[in-house]
Nanobody, 120 residues
Framework: QVQVVESGGGLVQAGGSLRLSCVAS????????MGWYRQAPGKQRELVAL???????NYAASAKGRFTISRDNAENTVYLQMNSLKPEDTAVYYC??????????????WGQGTQVTVSS
C-alpha cells in the first residue's frame, strides 16, 4: 500500500514564498526518485523539480534559481521551497514518488495535488 500526501499550498502575493511538503508512505517498498509537477488550467502537467534517492536534483528552467527541492530519505519526505513567486506559478502542484518493490518492480504514485495561487 502506497500513499502520497502533499501539504503546504495556499495563496501568496507575488514575490512571496511557500514551502510544499510531501510524504510517501510505502510499506514493503523503497522510494526512489521523488518530484514535483504542476498543472495550470488549460495546460499540461509539467515537471518542476526532481530529486533522486542519492540527492541528485533536476529543475525546470522556470524553477531554477527560485525553487529548491530537498529530501529526507529517513522520513520519505520531499520538500519544495518556492521563493520569488510569480503569478505564472499559479497551478495545482503534484508530488510524484517512484517506488520499488522487493522484487525490483517499479511503480509511480501521485498525490492528490495542492493548490498554489500567486496574486499580482
Amino acid at each position: 500500500q502506497v500513499q502520497v500526501v502533499e501539504s503546504g499550498g495556499g495563496l501568496v502575493q507575488a514575490g512571496g514564498s511557500l514551502r510544499l511538503s510531501c510524504v510517501a508512505s510505502a510499506s514493503d517498498f523503497s522510494i526512489d526518485a521523488m518530484g514535483w509537477y504542476r498543472q495550470a488550467p488549460g495546460k499540461q502537467r509539467e515537471l518542476v523539480a526532481l530529486i533522486t534517492r542519492g540527492l541528485y536534483t533536476n529543475y525546470a528552467a522556470s524553477a531554477k534559481g527560485r525553487f529548491t527541492i530537498s529530501r529526507d530519505n529517513a522520513e520519505n519526505t520531499v520538500y519544495l521551497q518556492m521563493n520569488s513567486l510569480k503569478p505564472e506559478d499559479t497551478a495545482v502542484y503534484y508530488c510524484k514518488a517512484d517506488v520499488r518493490s522487493s522484487r525490483g518492480s517499479t511503480y509511480r504514485y501521485w498525490g492528490q495535488g495542492t493548490q498554489v495561487t500567486v496574486s499580482s
